[in-house]
Structures are given as C-alpha cells and as structure tokens.
C-alpha cells in the first residue's frame, strides 16, 4: 500500500514540474524586450552605417531590434517585405536628441550630390534617439562634413555590420556588444563617449503590453487541477 502510495505522490510531483516549467517559459516569453520594429519610407537615397558608406535606394525598410543592452541596442535594418537584412547596427540612447514628427533623423549637413547619412532612430513611444554608430574612418568624414562629434565602433569591425545575422548570438554580433564605444571629432580628436551622449533617465522597467497575466492564471489552474485528481486518485486506490 506504501509503494502504491509513493507511486502515485511521485506522478503528481511530475505533473507539478512540468507545469512549473510550462509556466515559466511562458512568463519569460512575455517579458521579453519588444522588436520596435518600424517601417520608414525614404524618397531618396540614404546611407546607413557599413563598409565604407552604405547606401541603401530610395523605398520602404523594416527598422527592428534584435538585441537591447543597458547601454546599447543592436538594430536591424530589412527590406519591406523582411527578407533581406541590409545591416546590424549599433545605437546608443541619446537623451540629447530630441524626438520629433520623424522616425529617423539624418545630418542636416552632406556633400553636394551625396545622399543623407542617418544619425539616428527613434523608437515608437520614446521621447529620445537612438543614435547610431558609424565605423571610425566614415565617422570621422562625417564629423568634418558635419562639424560635430560622431560615435564610432573600430574599423575592423566594419565588416561585422553587415554580416548575415539571424540571432543575437552570432558571432559577428558578440563584439558588439562588448567593444568600447568613443566619438571623435572634426579635428580627429578621440573622445569619451559620454562627452557626446547624455543617457535617458531611469524608467521603472515594465512588461510589455502583450505580456498578459491570463496564461500564468489559466497554467496555475491545472497545476492546481492535476494535483487534485492526483491526490483523489491515491486517497481512493488506499
């Protein structure tokens, strides 16, 4: 009777696990960060961070995040329809710049004839950029067009920027995350990032609006549910 007993206390312990596990994978799903994925219209020409300067045609591109550090996100920029990735770009929250009716922000400056370098994405919702990083040869171009400090990555992880990436975990997205981040100016002068950067302050971290309680309440039901019948069960076969 003890035996059969155990048997059965085991089975429910099983069912609550496995429930258990359910439940928290659900729970982490919701709370993952949001993609902000944005789709902009460009009516002509414009260049994004990459080899060199990358110069993407006039149309329609899906701007969306792929991986979001305290300090940084990493962005992703696809065609309309999302089946080409064009780049995987680096954007610091920038509390200096602004949102404004657009969903992108270009230099104001440029070279007769040549297109507009972004400067930075805003994110739907947010009242601040998200200013991105351009590799240090371009980035230097840019802040003597410009006349203004620009952030920079290394050249040697030009490259990186437009690799094929699917996951956050690639490896051409891991230096990424960890490089030491600098701006530089029109005279070529190394400097430190927050001389050009002011963080945003501090938000109370929220779930996103999609991270519903009703799944966590519907799972602990039947946790609660198979428990009950394992514990009839063994009360009756005693």
Known sequence: MIRKQTMYVSRAVVVFLALAVLFIGV??????FPSKKTTVTFSAPFEIPGVDAQVLPAGSYVFRLLDSLSDRHIVQVFSKDEKQIYATILAIPNYRLKATDKTVM??????????????????PGDNWGQEFVYPKKRALELAKLTNQ?????????ASNLVAPISTADDAPVVPLKTVTLRAITPAGEDIALAAVVQAPP?????????ASTIPGVFLMGLLFLS????????????
């Open 27 to 32: 729970s982490t799903a919701s709370a993952q």
């Open 106 to 123: 270009t230099f104001a400056e440029r070279a007769a004839g040549q297109p507009q370098a972004i400067r930075a994405w805003f994110y």
């Open 149 to 157: 400090p620009i952030l920079y990555i290394p050249d040697e992880l």
């Open 202 to 210: 501090q938000q109370v971290a929220r779930l996103p609006k999609t």
């Open 227 to 238: 428990l009950g019948f394992a514990f009839r069960t063994s009360c009756a076969r005693q």
